[in-house]
């Protein structure tokens, strides 16, 4: 029988990538995505899948409790992908509340409206929550995040994402709603907004703009390739337990200094440069307050009962996205037009 799911944040970065993949590969259900489209959001990301026919796109926020509980009683979806968030903790050192408000209010307002319609006849049903290794905290030199690391976030952004998590954990325990959560580690790839380090640095690059490192750059991120991060939220919504958790993560750490010069080099070769030419333009700035040291995810829970595995290395995966701003630079043009360019300003100004 056809499913109706909903998926949240669809015309971001990931979730864009989660729309792509179940229109096309689950052609039997009805595909509704729901988006704010706020500075991170962008219809462009979905032109080879808009004119689909089942894929339906919906303009709303989630914080809007009315509007959600009507969608909700209209459509009465049988799933719901969560990723509509604030996702970038820069901004959330700026503007903690607007992180409590879609992060932590947005998501109690889907899960009222999900328990409203399922009214307790939860068969077939699933809340999955898409959710962040940062709400772990940050690791010294050694040892990896587990889907039993005590929650310990640091930024207003995952401290809000910590505080969603508990809500859908709660929501199960309380009324007993099929839910599952995924928290992932750092995702790279095409589409995503140049504000998070990967496509801010490629655009940079591009410009010949300074390349602005925080601190000495020694802070260590675990990166994977954002198809696998949507193949995993395939599995996971799926065959994945109801009730559990699964950390995804690529087993691939980076001290940010060595990916950024590593980027370099694969830029230069592309874009015919000298070798060393993009390096020359690495500027350390002051660091970001409450800088995480280092994140790293133990991902064998996943491999080992789902199957799941990345399908490319980091330096596959980083040339494939390189070549993808390379080739959509009018996508560039269009995200850094207006408002960014505010932002960049009052962002990296004061940093140097
Ligand atoms: P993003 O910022 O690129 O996209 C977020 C999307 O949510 C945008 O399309 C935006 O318009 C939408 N949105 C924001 N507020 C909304 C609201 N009030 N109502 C409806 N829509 C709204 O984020 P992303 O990087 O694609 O992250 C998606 C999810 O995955 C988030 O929940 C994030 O916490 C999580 N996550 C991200 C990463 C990462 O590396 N980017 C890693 C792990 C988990
Ligand atoms: P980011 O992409 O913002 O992801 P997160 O903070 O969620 O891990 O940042 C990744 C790392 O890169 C983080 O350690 C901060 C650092 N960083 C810079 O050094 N310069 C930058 O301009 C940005 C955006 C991030």
Redesign the pocket.
């Known amino acids: 029988m056809a499913r109706k799911i909903l998926i949240t944040g669809g015309a971001g970065f990931i979730g864009s990538h989660v729309v792509r993949r179940f229109v096309k590969l689950y052609t039997n259900d009805q595909i509704f995505n729901l988006d704010k489209l706020t500075y991170a959001g962008n219809l462009e990301n979905l032109r080879d899948v808009e004119s689909s026919s089942n894929y339906t796109f919906v303009k709303g926020d989630i914080t809007d409790t009315e509007f959600i509980r009507n969608l909700f009683e209209t459509h009465q979806f049988d799933g719901v992908i969560h990723l509509a968030a604030e996702s ?3 901004r959330s050192i700026h503007s903690p509340m607007d992180f409590v408000m879609t992060n932590v209010v947005g998501t109690v307002n889907l899960l009222n409206a999900a328990k409203g319609i399922w009214n307790g006849n939860y068969d077939g049903k699933l809340f999955y929550h898409v959710s962040t290794d ?1 709400v772990y905290g940050q690791l010294g030199d050694e040892g990896k995040f587990l889907e039993t690391t005590p929650y310990d976030p640091n930024s207003p952004y995952s401290a809000s994402k910590a505080s969603s998590d508990h809500f859908v954990r709660a929501y199960q325990h309380t009324y007993g709603m099929p839910v599952k959560i995924s928290n992932c580690s ?1 995702n790279y790839g095409s589409h995503h907004f140049p ?4 496509p ?1 640095m490629i655009n940079n690059i591009m410009q010949k703009k300074p390349l ?3 601190g000495k ?1 020694e ?1 260590v ?1 675990d990166w994977l390739f954002v198809e696998d991060h949507a193949a995993a939220i395939d599995v996971i919504f799926h065959q994945g337990k109801i009730g559990d958790t699964y950390n995804i993560g690529g087993n691939n750490e980076w001290k ?1 200094i060595d990916l950024v010069k590593f980027l370099c080099r694969l830029m230069d070769t592309k874009l015919g440069r000298a070798e060393g030419e993009s390096e020359q333009l690495i500027t350390y700035v002051t660091d ?1 307050a409450g ?1 995480d040291f280092r ?1 790293a995810i133990d991902s064998s829970k996943l491999m080992g009962e789902l199957n799941w595995m990345p399908s490319v290395t980091f330096e596959q995966g980083l040339e494939k996205t390189v070549d993808w701003y390379l080739a959509n630079q009018e996508w560039l043009n269009h995200v850094t037009s207006g408002a960014y360019q505010s932002y960049y300003q009052n962002m990296y100004s004061n940093r140097s």
């Open positions: 970038h903790v820069d940062e750092n504000e998070k380090l990967i801010l602005p490192v925080y750059g802070n991120r940010n970001r800088h994140y």
